[in-house]
Every structure is written in structure tokens, then in C-alpha cells.
């Protein structure tokens, strides 16, 4: 029988195996998400939000277990897998108190009576969801969907079927009718035969690139609706009016949370020359000084990647740019220890067509560059195939915000990192996908957007 395998990154040790589902089993799962689906779009918002108010309830009243699950099976520090969990019941929250002002109908003036537009559920919709925010990037897909009125299944990455559970346990004890959401425990083969499915109205995939040209791919071959959230390589500008030891906490936070593993993590430092060498200088201190440790330690700044192989696949991304030129300034080298661990590492003297410039590093490696100007800042931060996030670390906000709307990526965050929020959209362009989460934009995904006109 063929099972998805749970190991644990910092001991490498197996957690659990579970049982992939059948092709029979998932047609059946299929089926009743189509059935409940049939009952919940009659549902009214209100009662609607009121399952969505008892999931967040669910998801703090079990924060600790939930959390200690999300951190054995993907690496992350307990902390911050705590809160990932509080924002879990934040966003199931907001779309239960908004999401009748975020559907409203639209009333448009012309010759008619009466005309307006109306957004109305779709149906099941397949949700491809990765193992960097195992709960999470779920929850901001589901919360909405759901209260639009939709079903939903899930295919979540193998090494975090855990949570999957989890999360259908979680809408099980919230009390959700039987069938609306169903975790599926399959392979990525079998992804094409889900999405052919006459039932699977759309798909959402959270992922690589990849990942996502192949899921469009077949998406667009059976005429299914898509939105994709993939990969980045944001660009952090760096100006000569900053103050240098925030901007170091900002930059070393953001490129080290999650243990590097974050698709809106700050990966490219672009900085003015002007303070290039006392930022780098600060920098590579503060690296230096973040304590790798168990994720479980309190005293841990980061913790180890999520698997053994992806923890190789980023070292010869290190390997590979210093044979194209590039500088290791700082780490890059594999512990002498068991468990995914990969140290701080910076690399420096970076161009287009390196690889520490052109592909996202998914893990804790910064790419620092210097800058002439502020013109060849933005452009160095546009010379990538991503635009996920980008941001600005300034003394002057207005500067910043110039600065912001140049840069070619679907967020742009002046003296912040990029973060998603349910009030706002949350996407990228270029070949970080297309389509938009969250906020009213993200809940309108997927639903029909129907004209009425009434003579």
C-alpha cells in the first residue's frame, strides 16, 4: 500500500505514515462534497459565519496541539507555529464578520429597472496547498471559500498529512456538514485525473513554479478556473537614509523566519553603495550571531528545513553561484548533524544569470547586491523572473512609497516585510502566478460574477 511518509527535519526521524487514499475513495469524496455543496450554497452568510466563528474557536482551543504537530512534521520554530495558528482563527473570523459586505451586490445604473451584479458560489473547489505554513495557507483558502459558499478539498503536501487531518478533524469538531471539506491523501500523479473531474469546478495551487505550470496546464486543458501563488524573489531596497541597525533586524528576521522557508521572504538585499559596506558589515554579524537550534528551543532563532533533500538542493544553489562568480561571504557549509539544518548564509558580489540572483533560494541564504543609485536599485529589483513581494527600507516614508509603486511585484511593503493580511489582496505576477487571495478580491475568486438586468 502506498503511503505518505511524516518525518520529522530535525531528527529525521518517521512521525507516522498514512495511507494514501484510492482512486475509489477520492470519486466518493468527490461526490459528497458536491452533495454538501448543494445544501450549503442555500445556507444564509449568517448562518454560514456562524461555522466559521466555531472554527476559530476549534483552532485556539487546540493552538498548543496544533502548533506541536505543524513544527514535528516541517521544522518551524514552536513559536512561530503558534502563531500561525492564532492567524488561522484571525482570518476564519474576519471572513465570518465581512463576508457579507465583501459579497455584496453591486447595483449598476443603466436604462433597465433594475441591474446589478451578484457573486454566487461555483462549487467544489481543489485546493494544492504546500508544507511551509501547513495550516495557514489552508485556512486563507478555505475560510473564504467556504463562507462564499463553495466546497472544498484538499491535496496537501506529503510530508505534512498530518495537519491535513488535523484540519478536517478541526471542521468535523466545528461542526461543518459531513463532506464539505475532505482532505485527499494522493500523489501528484493523480492530481489530473481530481481536476478532469466534471464536480471540480476550480483549482488554487500554493507551490513552485513548477507546480504551477503544470497544475494550469491541466487546468486550462478541462476549461477550470485557476489561481496560482507561487515562488518569489523579493527584492529588499535598501536606501542611504535608513537607519542601519533596524534595517539589519528587519533584513535578518525576514530572511531567517520560517527557517528561510517563505515564498514573501526578503531573499534579494539591494543596497545603496553608499551604505553598502556598513550594512553588510552589521549584517553578516547579526547572521552570524542567530542561533540555529532545535525548533523547539526557546533560545533557537531558526531551526532546520523541512526535508533533508530540499536542504541539498539549496546547498548546490550556494555551490553553483560561487562557481559562477559569485562570493560566499558568509556559511555555506552542511552541518556535521542529523536533521535538515542549513547555517545563515550570505552570499555577495551577485549579477543577473548567477543563480543566487535568479532563482529563489527557499531557505536561509541572503543574496546581498550593491547598488550604484537609487534608478539601478529598482532596476536590479525588477531583473527577476518573480514579482511575489518587494520592499523599501527607508528614513523617509514618501521616498519609499515612490520607490513602491515602481517595483514589478503584486506587494510592495515600505519599512515592513511583505505580510498577507485578510483586508488585503494577496498575489504576484510574472511567473509568481496570477490570481488574488484573500480580502474581497481573493473571496470573489471563486464565485460567479452574474450580471441581472431586470427590463
Not at 463562507?147 to 484538499?154: Q, V
Not at 478533524?169 to 459531513?178: L, Q
Not at 559596506?277 to 523547539?296: Q, V, Y
Not at 550570505?346 to 534608478?375: H, Q, R, W, Y
Amino acid at each position: 500500500m502506498e503511503v505518505a511518509k511524516s518525518i520529522n527535519p530535525a531528527t529525521e526521524e518517521l512521525i507516522k505514515e498514512y495511507p494514501r487514499h484510492s482512486k475509489e475513495e477520492v470519486i466518493l469524496k468527490i461526490k459528497q462534497a458536491n452533495n454538501a455543496y448543494i445544501k450549503w450554497k442555500g445556507e444564509t452568510l449568517s448562518e454560514r459565519s456562524k461555522y466559521l466563528h466555531r472554527l476559530a474557536d476549534v483552532l485556539e482551543k487546540n493552538k498548543e496541539v496544533y502548533a506541536e504537530l505543524a513544527t514535528d512534521e516541517m521544522g518551524k520554530l514552536l513559536k512561530q507555529s503558534q502563531s500561525e495558528i492564532e492567524k488561522c482563527a484571525w482570518v476564519c473570523r474576519y471572513y465570518a464578520d465581512n463576508a457579507e459586505k465583501l459579497l455584496a451586490k453591486e447595483e449598476v445604473k443603466t436604462e433597465a429597472t433594475k441591474s446589478y451584479v451578484t457573486f454566487q458560489p461555483l462549487g467544489v473547489v481543489l485546493a494544492v496547498m504546500p508544507w511551509n505554513f501547513p495550516f495557514y495557507q489552508v485556512i486563507r483558502f478555505l475560510a473564504p471559500a467556504l463562507m462564499a459558499g463553495n466546497a472544498a478539498l484538499l491535496k496537501h503536501a506529503s510530508n505534512v498529512q498530518g495537519c491535513a487531518y488535523a484540519i478536517e478533524a478541526a471542521m468535523e469538531k466545528a461542526g461543518f456538514p459531513e463532506g464539505l471539506f475532505a482532505n485527499l491523501n494522493v500523489g501528484s500523479s493523480a492530481i489530473e485525473d481530481v481536476i478532469a473531474n466534471d464536480t471540480i469546478v476550480a483549482v488554487t495551487l500554493t507551490g513552485s513554479e513548477p507546480a504551477g505550470r503544470s497544475v494550469a496546464k491541466i487546468a486550462g486543458k478541462h476549461l477550470k478556473k485557476s489561481v496560482l501563488e507561487l515562488g518569489g524573489s523579493d527584492a529588499y531596497i535598501i536606501l542611504d537614509d535608513v537607519d542601519l541597525d533596524t534595517a539589519v533586524e528587519t533584513a535578518v528576521f525576514g530572511r531567517l523566519q520560517n527557517n528561510g522557508q517563505t515564498c514573501i521572504a526578503a531573499k534579494r538585499f539591494i543596497v545603496l553603495e553608499e551604505v553598502y559596506d556598513a550594512f553588510l558589515e552589521k549584517f553578516t554579524k547579526r547572521m552570524e550571531n542567530a542561533i540555529l537550534g532545535e525548533p523547539k528551543d526557546e533560545n533557537s532563532f531558526y531551526g532546520p528545513m523541512a526535508r533533508v533533500d530540499l536542504r541539498d538542493e539549496l546547498h548546490q544553489q550556494v555551490l553553483k553561484t560561487v562557481s559562477q562568480g559569485g562570493t560566499l561571504h558568509l556559511g555555506g557549509e552542511v552541518p556535521d548533524r542529523k536533521g535538515a539544518y542549513y547555517p545563515a548564509t550570505i552570499l555577495t558580489n551577485l549579477k543577473p544569470g548567477m543563480v543566487g540572483f535568479d532563482e529563489e533560494l527557499f531557505g536561509p541564504v541572503a543574496s546581498v547586491i550593491k547598488a550604484k543609485n537609487e534608478a539601478e536599485a529598482i532596476s536590479l529589483a525588477n531583473a527577476t523572473n518573480f514579482g511575489l513581494g518587494a520592499g523599501v527600507l527607508t528614513g523617509n516614508k514618501e521616498r519609499g512609497e515612490k520607490i513602491a509603486l515602481q517595483l514589478e511585484a503584486g506587494n510592495a511593503f515600505v519599512n515592513k516585510l511583505v505580510a498577507s493580511d485578510p483586508r488585503l489582496p494577496f498575489g504576484g505576477i510574472k511567473n509568481s502566478g496570477y490570481g488574488r487571495e484573500l480580502s474581497s478580491h481573493g473571496i470573489r475568486e471563486f464565485t460567479n460574477t452574474k450580471t441581472i438586468w431586470v427590463d
